[in-house]
Nanobody, 122 residues
Framework: QVQLVESGGGLVQAGGSLTLSCAAS????????MGWYRQTPGKQRELVAR???????EYAESVKGRFTISGNNAKNTVYLQMNSLEPEDTAVYYC????????????????WGQGTKGTVSY
């Protein structure tokens, strides 16, 4: 199956930036939908940004104009550029992808990353 490895979380001051990366591996697969979600204690996981292979993107209202999702198909990597960070952006960020996975025949799959924490201080 397709495995995801995230990196790039850390501690930053308000107004600063972080770039999250999510590398996919595990045979022959497509990245049809790529997304980033986040979760804080006691709350449900929420969509931050999503991108499809057709080029459409979707952002949560709270991050529009500040965050940008992008992908590098050659590296099977998804990025989330986060600028003008606010303390309210503090969360564990999860990468999500779905598409087709080739294992003799093509099957649909979806995978989640293990999560990377981003902390924004005042």
């Amino acid at each position: 199956q397709v495995q995801l490895v995230e990196s790039g979380g850390g501690l930053v001051q308000a107004g600063g930036s972080l770039t999250l990366s999510c590398a996919a591996s595990g045979g022959a697969f497509t990245l049809d939908v790529m997304g980033w979600y986040r979760q804080t204690p006691g709350k449900q996981r929420e969509l931050v940004a999503r991108s499809t292979d057709s080029g459409s993107t979707e952002y949560a209202e709270s991050v529009k104009g500040r965050f940008t999702i992008s992908g590098n198909n050659a590296k099977n990597t998804v990025y989330l550029q986060m600028n003008s960070l606010e303390p309210e952006d503090t969360a564990v960020y999860y990468c999500y992808v779905n598409g087709l996975y080739s294992d003799i025949i093509y099957r649909t799959y979806e995978s989640w990353g293990q999560g990377t924490k981003g902390t924004v201080s005042y």
